[in-house]
């Protein structure tokens, strides 16, 4: 993981700023490695790069999410939700089965109480599964309980998979939905899809 940040940090010169912990798997999956890897980043003897300018995506371990809220690290939590209906959140994300959106609201309100920080949703938007008037309104109710802002991504066609993006003009009108009902949300702008290395993309590279 270090030397993911270390390589364009010396052999490409680039000034780094800000650090995430996506894409390439499930950082609480190897927690006490991305714990020691945070703390290198974070040293003054380091990278030093703020804790605030560093954050953990999880699919939603739910016990993990407890024992790092407990750290009380300003460090930023972001969550890959992609739907706030617990059904749809199950056919999209297996692991809703093990720890089903219930048990992961508590813990997002569990952190927000012992850090006072602000979490992320990341939801990526598939068309006629999740970005209907019906899932915004979700989204934002959920949003709204734990005071989280929401990360609207676009979906990076993998191959094999069924699912397809949510039109541009579909995707504005959930943006829209979110914003009416006072939720923060962005829509980010994808990058890397020309070397099949966009958000969700690495996962379908089998070597």
Same mark, same amino acid.
């Given at each position: @993981?270090l030397? +993911?940040?270390?390589y ?7 000034? /780094?700023? &800000?650090v995430?912990? @996506?894409? @390439?798997?499930?950082?609480?999956? &190897? ?6 890897? %945070?703390?290198? $980043?974070?040293?003054?003897?380091? %990278? ?5 300018? /560093?954050?953990?995506?999880t699919?939603g =371990? ?7 809220a407990?750290?009380?690290? +300003? ?9 706030a209906? !617990?059904?749809?959140?199950?056919? #999209?994300?297996? $692991? ?7 048990e ?6 569990f952190?927000?109480? @012992? ?9 990526? #938007?598939?068309?006629?599964? &999740? !970005? ?8 934002a !109710?959920?949003?709204?309980? =734990?005071?989280a !802002?929401?990360? $609207? /991504? ?13 039109s541009?003009?579909k ?15 962005? %829509? ?6 020309? /070397?099949?290395?966009?958000?969700? +993309?690495?996962?379908? $590279?089998?070597?």
């Amino acid at each position: @993981m270090l030397s +993911q940040i270390l390589y364009p940090l010396f052999k490409e010169h680039l000034h /780094i700023t &800000n650090v995430v912990f @996506m894409g @390439m798997g499930e950082p609480f999956d &190897n927690y006490e490695a991305v714990l020691k890897t %945070i703390r290198m $980043i974070n040293d003054k003897k380091g %990278i030093n790069i703020g804790m605030r300018k /560093i954050t953990v995506s999880t699919a939603g =371990i739910v016990p993990r999410i407890m024992e790092f809220a407990e750290l009380k690290s +300003q460090v930023r939590l972001s969550i890959s939700l992609h739907s706030a209906i !617990d059904e749809t959140r199950s056919f #999209l994300m297996p $692991i809703n089965k093990k720890y089903p959106l219930p048990e992961l609201i508590k813990a997002c309100q569990f952190y927000r109480r @012992m850090t006072g920080r602000k979490l992320t949703f990341e939801y990526v #938007l598939f068309e006629n599964v &999740n !970005d209907n008037e019906k899932h915004a309104l979700a989204l934002a !109710d959920l949003s709204l309980l =734990i005071d989280a !802002d929401v990360n $609207i /991504i676009p979906f990076s066609k993998i191959p094999g998979c069924k699912l397809t993006r949510t039109s541009i003009w579909k995707t504005e009108k959930f943006l829209q939905t979110l914003k009416k009902k006072r939720v923060r949300a962005t %829509i980010r702008k994808s990058r890397g899809s020309d /070397i099949n290395a966009a958000c969700g +993309q690495l996962a379908g $590279i089998k070597k």
